[in-house]
């Protein structure tokens, strides 16, 4: 799928393997959202530590679209301009909740061998 | 789920791009505007925003690449992109094109023809309602073999040759011992068809005459064209026959369709009956090969003309054909178990008391033969009835196979001397990076490209070779009128891909064993024919020859008989072309030919006169 981006020293991580497709649902469950508004919400909310480049993040949400768990609609944005905007559809709802129990079994999994260690 | 939302962005991908690109771009202009703004509420002027957002951004092109390579089916796409390079390349070379397209087009079209016969003489049901309920009865014991076994079998005595299966003849007083314990049937029928001089009054011409049970027209489903069809009132008194029913052909080509027809004398074999009613349109009997012209009650006098038949007295003359239709949802299995009990029944009590001659061991032999119930939706199509036709499709067969495979010697022939001029082109692909897969698949395009018009125009081929085919003896008394079908047509497209991937893929090796470096330094030097790809042409132009020599003999093998359908069978003639070369194998064979040469003389049903039938088999 996507390009992951490189990581750089300014306390930014690559964002890990698998898991840009839970990110972006999940941005997108609270409201319908544009292309960049879900950039900045992502670097917004892991405070400036994930940083998605729009090279990624187009390929993603092209690839959800594709696959029926990303729906899309045209809308004037507050400048008069067309602006598209990605909402989440069932399909993509019902494979959230599935990732998202997946990535805590993941985390929990981890955290035990961490603190087993 | 999954895969049917990839099917339907795979489509929308395919044929509403625009639409994606148009998304695309709103998108992509819509990040660099709000990104822009976001800067300049930082400070920036508005030319540096702009400028930072496009950075930032990675490249408005290298973006869309990314979104495109994720949505595109690459295989698809290549697919397309290989056709159309083909379809450039190949409306270049129009030479090349035209000789290869004709040439498939004669190989697939000659393949279409024959298969519309086959299809139409072996395959298509009977013209009549829910063919599938009905069943041939048949009696795996009788007929030459079983009489060969036995011996001094004083019985059966066959009206003529049979090879068995689905052609087996009864007596007559055993079919209406049989239709009196039909309950697993709605109805069973009985029918021969034999040639007999017909009369209108004024003109008297042979034709093929069906003696048939009264139930005949009722167990098959037919309804009359005009008048009515024959009914058990007509086949009440054995040796009496007072109406006839017309075949529609007939009625059509000596009365021209007249609809006063009915009650008019028609005599056949000096016998005077009423013509009663004319058969549906398309029904041509109940036989693949012989058609009959009218049809008889079965009952008709047995001197009236004929040597052997109709016999209704002798039990141990074998001369009727025996159909059935089942019950509405009725098994042929449980319907031959049925039957069975009630065959032996009659077996044991009736007939083995009248056996005279025989040991015990052979008594018991023919008390437990078994009646079998094979699938009637064609009507008669097995044994000797069929043979005529069956040997000569055979053959039709045989020689449009090799054609095909000539074809597709000489195109693979032609795309390989191409591809030795382009092994240039070819190694520069893969030095490029070309995969394998990239060349082979470029190829198998190409000769796609030449195989699609050359399928559309192997239609035209195929009625002109069906016009030909249709004159060879046995088949134009099958299939007088054979058509090109639908059927024939979507064939045609397959055989044509097929023929595409054979012929695509026989040049292939060679291809791939082009070496990039070698050819890429001789490109300048044209023709580098590697050896293993002039070994290859060789092998080719040595099995063109082969085939064309083949195809030569049993072309001069077939029109030497062509003359006259009296002589051994062109099947016979052939498997003697065919094996003259292993003479130990023609030698041990010679015997059996002998014995077909002779009996193929009765062989063909129109040259069946009981005079002539073939001793051996009596």
């Known amino acids: 799928m996507a390009r992951l981006p490189k990581g750089s020293d300014d306390g930014k991580l690559n964002i890990p393997q698998g898991t840009l497709e839970l990110l972006i649902l999940t941005i997108v469950r609270r409201e319908p959202l544009h292309g960049y508004g879900i950039a900045q919400r992502l670097k917004a909310l892991t405070r400036g530590t994930f940083e998605i480049n729009p090279g990624s993040l187009f390929p993603a949400l092209y690839a959800l679209e594709r696959d029926g768990k990303l729906r899309c609609e045209e809308r004037l944005s507050d400048n008069n301009r067309q602006a598209r905007y990605y909402t989440l559809t069932s399909v993509g709802r019902t494979q959230l909740e599935r990732e998202e129990q997946r990535w805590e079994r993941v985390t929990a999994a981890i955290a035990s061998v961490l603190q087993g260690a | ?618």
Not at chain 2, 308 to 334: K, T
């Open chain 2, 1 to 618: 789920m999954t895969l049917l939302y990839r099917i339907r962005a795979l489509v929308r991908w395919l044929f509403r791009r625009d639409e994606i690109e148009r998304a695309l771009d709103t998108d992509l202009a819509d990040y660099i505007e709000r990104s822009a703004a976001e800067k300049m509420r930082a400070g920036m002027t508005e030319a540096e925003a702009r400028r930072a957002a496009r950075i930032e951004l990675g490249g408005v092109e290298q973006t869309k690449d990314s979104v495109r390579a994720t949505l595109s089916w690459p295989a698809i796409e290549n697919t397309v992109a290989d056709l159309g390079y083909a379809l450039r390349t190949l409306s270049r070379q129009k030479t090349f094109t035209t000789v290869a397209v004709l040439t498939l087009a004669v190989g697939i079209g000659v393949n279409v023809a024959i298969f519309s016969l086959t299809e139409q003489i072996l395959l298509r049901p009977l013209p009549v309602p829910e063919p599938d309920r009905l069943v041939n009865l048949t009696d795996p014991e009788t007929g030459p073999k079983s009489t060969g076994r036995m011996g001094t079998f004083p019985f059966p005595r066959f009206f003529s040759s049979d090879s068995g299966g689905n052609d087996t003849l009864f007596s007559y007083p055993m079919f209406r011992d049989l239709e009196r314990g039909q309950e697993p049937f709605v109805g069973l029928a009985a029918h021969v068809f034999h040639e007999a001089s017909i009369s209108t009054g004024e003109i008297t011409r042979s034709a093929i005459v069906a003696f048939v049970s009264g139930s005949y027209f009722s167990v098959l489903g037919v309804q009359p064209t005009l008048g009515r069809l024959l009914s058990p009132e007509d086949d009440r008194v054995d040796g009496q026959a007072q109406s006839v029913v017309l075949g529609h052909t007939y009625w059509q080509t000596e009365f021209g369709g007249d609809p006063d027809v009915l009650g008019q004398t028609l005599t056949v074999e000096k016998v005077p009956l009423t013509i009663v009613g004319v058969a549906p349109e398309g029904f041509h009997g109940t036989s693949v090969s012989a058609r009959p012209s009218v049809f008889v009650p079965i009952t008709f006098p047995s001197n009236a003309g004929f040597l052997d038949i109709p016999n209704h007295d002798g039990r141990d003359f074998y001369w009727v054909h025996l159909f059935a239709r089942l019950q509405p949802g009725g098994s042929r299995e449980g319907a031959a178990a049925a039957m069975n009990t009630l065959y032996r029944a009659i077996l044991n009590d009736v007939e083995a008391p009248l056996l005279v001659g025989v040991d015990e061991q052979q008594r018991d032999a023919f008390r437990l033969r078994p009646l079998a119930l094979e699938p009637g939706a064609r009507g008669r199509t097995g044994g000797r009835i069929l043979d005529p036709a069956r040997n000569s499709l055979e053959l039709l067969f045989a020689v449009s196979a090799v054609v095909l495979l000539l074809v597709c010697a000489n195109v693979a022939g032609l795309i390989l001397l191409r591809a030795t001029t382009r092994s240039g082109e070819i190694a520069l692909r893969a030095s490029l990076g070309a995969t394998r897969m990239r060349i082979v698949s470029l190829q198998l395009a190409e000769s796609l490209v030449l195989a699609l018009p050359a399928a559309i125009l192997s239609l035209p081929v195929a009625w002109v070779a069906l016009r030909g085919a249709s004159r060879v003896p046995g088949i134009a008394a099958a299939a007088p009128d054979v058509s090109l079908s639908t059927a024939a047509a979507l064939v045609a497209i397959g055989v044509a891909v097929v023929t595409a991937l054979v012929v695509g893929l026989l040049p292939v090796r060679g291809m791939l064993r082009i070496k990039p470096g070698n050819a890429l330094q001789a490109f300048g030097a044209r023709h580098t024919t590697t050896k293993s790809v002039a070994r290859f042409r060789t092998a080719l132009a040595t099995a063109q020859v082969a085939l064309s020599m083949a195809l030569t003999s049993i072309r001069s093998s077939c029109s030497r008989p062509a003359a006259g359908m009296d002589g051994p069978s062109t099947q016979t003639r052939v498997s003697c072309v065919a094996s003259k070369k292993r003479s130990r194998r023609f030698r041990a064979c010679l015997p059996w030919l002998r014995r077909q040469a002779r009996c193929s003389r009765s062989e063909d049903f129109s040259a069946t006169r009981p005079s002539r039938v073939c001793q051996e088999k009596r």
